[in-house]
Structure formats: C-alpha cells, structure tokens
C-alpha cells in the first residue's frame, strides 16, 4: 500500500510531486513576458514532439519484444508516455502539454481581455484548489449516488464534465462577488503565510 501511494499508484506522491515543484517554478515566472512566454511556447513544443515521437518509435522498433527479448507488453508499459505508470517520459509530455495549454490560454485571455466569458474562466482559475477538490467529492460523488461511476459511455463521460464545468464556473463567479478567494484558497493561504 505504501509503494502504491507513494511510487506506482493512480496518483503517486513522489512522480507527482514533480508537477507541483514544476507548478511552483511556472509560477515564479513572469509570464506577463512575451519573451517569456515566446520561450516556454517553444521549449515545451519541442519538448512534447520530442518525447512522444521517440517513446513512438521505440515502441515500434522494439515491437513485439524480440530486440531486447521482453515482451510486447513490457515494451508497451516501459516505453509509454501514458500516466499508469508515472514514468519520467509521462512527467515530460505531461508537463509539456499543460505548458502549451497555460501559454495559449494566456494568449488568449490577453487577445480577449474586455470579454466576459474570459474573465468569468480567470475568476474560475482563482478557485481551482476548491474545485479540484470539489470535482472528487461532489462531481464523482453524485455520479456514485447515481450508481453510475463505472462502465459508462463517453458521451455520459463528456456530459458530466461539461455539466461540471459549467456549474463550477457559474458557482465561481457568485462566491467571488461576496468573497475575495475560494474556501480552499482561504484556508490554505492562512497555512502558508
């Protein structure tokens, strides 16, 4: 148990912890820059493209195992960019792609600025603690009430996330015009200060 929480679990502290360390190092920057921000766009391109082409192609030439005398599914587990299990290739194509999407929805909020879609999505951002954690106990726990959290299609898949979407933006905007942060937010902020 031990092992699964902190190594090869669904989400393991000690590969994740990578992502908050990196998460900490992003918010240092000055993302305001457009050097900056020019810099980041290029190197986690680069980055995704490379990491996943290579992981694609070692896949392919070590095929069904016969290179290295493993088998295909030891190829597939080693050599993969998915998260299970949470392989330095995984953490790289994982930090990469949530770099583009930062970088590019910055991007955007900047080209779009006077828009209210845009500043009711960065008032959502400024709960985003509150909401991860709502999206575990409310999201998926209506979902297991319903008895419907497995086995379940797609499309039910992408309605239930954008319903939550759309109810977690909504909630956000109504709790920051009587609040100046989320509940998480506020508690973890007295933690830390």
């Known amino acids: 148990m031990i092992r699964h929480v902190l190594f090869n679990g ?61 088998k295909s599914e030891e190829v597939t587990f080693l050599f993969s960019t998915s998260m299970i299990p949470p392989l330095p290739q995984y953490l790289v194509s994982a930090g990469s792609s949530a770099l583009l999407v930062i970088v590019i929805c910055l991007y955007i909020s900047q080209l779009f600025a006077g828009n209210r879609l845009v500043t009711w999505l960065c008032q959502t951002g400024q709960l985003s603690l509150s909401i991860y954690v709502g999206h575990v106990i409310f999201g998926l726990g209506v979902i297991e009430a319903m008895g419907r959290l497995q086995n379940q299609s797609i499309e039910f898949s992408l ?21 100046k942060r989320g509940p998480l937010e506020s508690v973890f902020r007295k933690f830390v200060s």
């Open 159 to 179: 309605i239930c996330s954008a319903l939550f979407c759309v109810v977690a933006l909504g909630l956000s905007v109504l709790w920051l015009r009587f609040f």
């Open 10 to 70: 669904f989400h393991p502290v000690i590969p994740w912890a990578a992502f908050l360390v990196f998460g900490m190092w992003l918010g240092r920057l000055d993302l305001g820059q457009p050097k900056i921000r020019i810099r980041l766009l290029l190197v986690a391109s680069l980055s995704l493209l490379l990491v996943e082409f290579s992981f694609s192609q070692l896949r392919q030439w070590l095929g069904n195992g016969d290179v290295w005398a493993m």
